[in-house]
């Protein structure tokens, strides 16, 4: 089994920051590409950020500025860096990751259960 947990989610006021964090845990023989994607109330999944094992990340557009992504391969921990958090982030945030089980296994995305971050005005 495998798990993915986010934590680091939260209130905050406009302008504020908040880092997000995501660990895999369980049957896991390597990760490729981790992430973070968010879901707004009433709207679709919606992508952020990506990051390679060797650390190439690739945003969306918007995010580009405010947001940063990161990872710890040993700890199998993806970060997001959210500065300058507007009421429009509110959202359900959700990690992911691209990962084998076992030498002969195939790639697979997992997701984590997402943590609600929530901006006020």
């Known amino acids: 089994q495998v798990q993915l947990l986010e934590s680091g989610g939260g209130l905050v006021q406009a302008g504020g920051s908040l880092r997000l964090s995501c660990a895999a845990s369980g049957s896991i023989f390597i990760i490729k590409t981790m992430g973070w994607y968010r879901q707004a109330p009433g709207k679709q999944r919606e992508f952020i950020a990506i990051?390679?094992?060797?650390?190439?990340?690739n945003y969306a557009d918007s995010m580009k500025g405010p947001f940063a992504i990161s990872r710890d391969n040993a700890k199998k921990t993806v970060y997001l860096q959210m500065n300058s958090l507007q009421p429009e982030d509110t959202a359900v945030y959700y990690c992911y990751a691209e990962l084998k089980q076992s030498p002969g296994s195939s790639w697979r995305d997992y997701w984590g259960q997402g943590t609600q971050v929530t901006v006020s005005s």
């Open positions: 990051i390679s094992s060797g650390g190439s990340t």
